[in-house]
Every structure is written in structure tokens, then in C-alpha cells.
């Protein structure tokens, strides 16, 4: 009978041990931490707003060579159709006035090309620096290496003084702008940009007679605008109405290919990009 209860005693002391350790267990059993958020994005680095703005500026120069150019265009059609006048009353004076007014407008051209050469210079200091930041969050390499070899042709068009080459090849340096944006973290969806890149360049091959790459551009334009229409937030619907217009109204005049119609229509799209960005940003 004694060695029957101390069997008992025995099995219950047992009992209660593992018990008692069960209930330590659930009591050191640690609780789930939250898993760090690998997906977010950091701010957009200042180097990439700056190239950006470096862009504007080149685009900006070259636009004003442009109006100098033309405006030279619209002096020596007037010089030509005076011509036999001023032969009949002196041909010299109207010479010198002539040579005159060159030397007049040469400063504010070497000022524009200057500004140019010195802010390509700029951008080729900015993505060095940004590169290495862009592959951290994610870049490709082969979008970094496309990034650079556009930044390189840029550099061989504006030491050559080509004009138009410049302004697209600018264009072209812009519209990675967006790409490296999807990386970081921005106040309006970069698709936008693409927008703003297909318009330019409609804008500038329009305007030397490249009507295939402006009609390819327009359709690459749509496609991007009907994907991008549908995420804006419901404030930008004025904004987005005004843009379905203005977009209309610029493949009209693509498919016209009327150049001075274009260029008209295509300010006034860019006025509707700005907006789009003004509104979709505000909900940011």
C-alpha cells in the first residue's frame, strides 16, 4: 500500500512539473515583431531635381536661339527686298548698319551657347553623383548606362553648336528623368514626365520636318495617357479634361503636318501637363 501511494506521489509530482513548464513556455513565447518595410522609397535625391532643372535651362537657350535665328531669317529677307533701293541711294551705309546689327546680336548667342556648355558640364557632375545612389535604390544597369550615354551624346551635340540636335538630344536626356523617379519617393506620378518628354519631342521634330517620329510620338503619347488617366485622383478631373482637349487638338495638327500649328498647340498641352501636375500633386 506505502509503495502504491509513493507511485502516485510520484506520477502527480510529475504531472505538475511538466505543467508548470508548459505554462513558462507560453509565457517566454516571444512576440512577432513587424517585419521592416523594405519597399520604402527614399526622398528624391536634389541631384536628380537639379539635372532636371538643368534640362529646363538648356531647353530655355536653345529656344532663344531659335527666336535669334529667326529673327536673322526675317532682318536679311527685309535687307534682301531693299536692296535695289538702297543700291540707288547708297549702298555702304546700309552696309555698315547691316555688319552693325550682327555684332549686336553675336554677344547674347555665345551667352546662350556658353550657358549650355557650362550646364551640360553640370549634369555630368550631378550623375556621378547620382548614379550610385539611383543603382542603391534599385536602378538598373542598364538604365544607368542608357542615362549616360544619352548625357554623352548631349555633350557631342552642344560642343558642336547643332541646335536642334541639342534641344532633342536634352529632350532625350529628360525622359530617363521619370524612369529614376519611379525609385524614389515624388509629389506627382512621373508618368507625367513622360508626357511632357513625348510633347517636346513632337514639338521639335515637328519643327524640322520629322513628321514619322512626330506621329510615332502622339501614339506613344495616347497609350501613356490613357494607362496614366485612370490612376489621377478625382481633383484632377478639370485638369484631365483639359488635357484629353489639348491632346486632341496637337494630333490634329501632327496629322496636318503643319509646323507653326504644332508648336502652337504643343505650348498649349505643356500648359495642360503643368496643371496635371499641380492638381494630381496636391493629393499627394
Known sequence: MKNYQKVMYF??????????????N???????QKKPNITQKMPTPKELTKIESDIETIIKEGQKLQESQQSKQSSKSSVSALA???????GKSTSKGGNKQKQQKEPPEKKSWS?????VKDIHTNWNVLSPIAAKAGASTDLLNNVSTTINTLTTKSTNKLLN????????????IPEIENYFKTTSPPDIKKLRFYNRDIDFNS???????ATKDINDLKAIWKTLKVKLPKDAKTASDKFDSGLSELEKAVQAKDSTITKIKSNVLESDIKS???????KK
Open 207 to 213: 519643327s524640322i520636318g520629322k513628321w514619322d517620329v
Open 84 to 90: 535695289p533701293q538702297n543700291q540707288q541711294q547708297g
Open 276 to 282: 496635371l501636375e499641380k492638381a494630381s500633386g496636391a
Open 165 to 176: 540636335d541639342t534641344m532633342i538630344a536634352a529632350n532625350n536626356v529628360y525622359k530617363y
Open 26 to 32: 507560453k509565457q517566454k513565447k516571444p512576440t512577432p
Open 115 to 119: 550657358a549650355i556648355d557650362k550646364t
Open 11 to 24: 506520477l502527480l509530482v510529475i504531472m505538475i512539473t511538466l505543467q508548470l513548464s508548459a505554462c513558462k
